[in-house]
């Protein structure tokens, strides 16, 4: 688990990472937690977080590749777990204009058993 001093007190993700609020664990490692989302928005809904708090893209380093590299594998474990064979969508929201919720960088895993719509329509 991620130490206690790189966790915010006020975020619900760090929360799930302490256990303190339950949460639908399909995966868990030293660093990351893939979930699954308590509104999905597609048959299949995960979010994969770092233990670490990071709030956003905004505030990543070189320091944090490591890091983002396994948030994305386990994301990608996550997916397979659950039957995506056929693939699934990743997004990463950063921001107020980028539709960011949590303040606290997570990956959006979505699939299903059919083709999901398009991404955005203007």
């Not at 001093?5 to 995966?27: G, H, L």
């Not at 979010?47 to 956003?56: G, N, Q, T």
């Amino acid at each position: 688990m991620a130490p206690q001093d790189e966790r915010d007190p006020n975020c619900i993700f760090c929360r799930i990472v302490a256990k303190e609020i339950p949460a639908k664990i399909v995966y868990e490692d030293d660093a990351v937690l893939v979930f699954h989302d308590i509104r999905p928005q597609a048959e299949v809904h995960l979010l994969a977080i770092p233990k670490r708090h990071i709030p956003s893209t905004k505030e990543l380093t070189e320091n944090d590749v490591t890091l983002i590299g396994q948030v994305m594998v386990a994301a990608t474990k996550a997916a397979l777990a659950l039957g995506l064979t056929e693939g699934w969508r990743t997004i990463i929201n950063t921001g107020a204009i980028g539709r960011q919720e949590v303040m606290h960088l997570h990956v959006h895993i979505l699939g299903g058993s059919k083709p999901l719509p398009a991404m955005i329509k203007w």
